[in-house]
């Protein structure tokens, strides 16, 4: 009985972990992500990548923005639902595309593949601004 007893704990344990993981993930949904743009060729401009992930009813939009001095310059947008087996990642509908949230640095990993196939991983810190 003792080895029952142990082996419900674990699964208990397990299940409460992966919870957590979400209720953190959660948390950094709606936000404003930020990096700068590679490749700046603006003389003393500034350059931006936002990333903004918002509630669209059961699923996540996911704008990509890019900025040069402050003006729009192209954006992107899917949709994406939030991943079941790992509860820390938004997966886009019908693409290759997919967000990591990495709770403990505020941060999330983009995830693309390339015109050639070739896996791309950006980093993007969150911003003080915050989705309304």
């Known amino acids: 009985m003792n080895k029952y007893t142990q082996k419900i704990k674990q699964w208990v344990a397990a299940a409460g972990l992966f919870l957590l993981r979400v209720g953190e993930s959660l948390q950094l949904i709606e936000r404003v992500y930020e990096k700068p743009w590679p490749g700046d060729t603006a003389k003393g401009g500034y350059t931006m990548i936002a990333l903004t992930i918002g509630d669209y009813g059961g699923y996540y939009r996911v704008l990509q923005q890019y900025f040069l001095k402050g003006a729009l310059q192209r954006e992107y947008s899917w949709l994406a639902r939030f991943d079941p087996k790992t509860g ?29 196939g070739e896996a791309i991983v950006e980093v993007y810190k969150a911003s003080q601004i915050r989705q309304s």
């Open 88 to 116: 820390n990642r938004l997966r886009e509908i019908g693409g290759t595309r997919s967000i990591l949230f990495d709770t403990a640095n505020r941060s999330v990993y983009f995830e693309s593949v390339s015109a050639t």
